[in-house]
């Protein structure tokens, strides 16, 4: 897998932690996306996902399900921010909050 996204998804998770400690980031990779997972401290198996990041592009999606991130009409995916590109990255990582209204495309 790309270096370059893997650190960037380190830099990204990080940016979101939870000042109370509360909760924290993992990741899980399938065979075309990463899934970024909120886990709360203290509950074993409770997690949501947060976003997706398609691995061939960087592109990174709000989730729309457990499996799957938001797409659009055309099957497209949904994706305002892309990991690889530094302009991109530096925009998420200033926007960026912990409850992700900055996944959203308007």
Request: hydrophobic share 25%.
């Amino acid at each position: 897998m790309n270096e370059k996204l893997v650190e960037r998804i380190k830099q990204y998770t990080n940016n979101l932690e939870d000042k109370e400690n509360s909760y924290y980031y993992t990741t899980q990779e399938g065979p075309r996306f990463i899934k970024i997972v909120r886990k709360d401290k203290g509950i074993s198996n409770s997690g949501s996902a947060h976003a997706f990041v398609e691995k061939e592009t960087g592109k990174l999606a709000k989730s729309a399900s457990w499996n799957s991130p938001a797409k659009k009409k055309n099957g497209e995916l949904q994706s305002k921010y892309n990991l690889l590109d530094d302009d991109s990255f530096e925009l998420l990582l200033k926007q960026s909050d912990k409850y992700g209204g900055h996944l959203y495309v308007r």
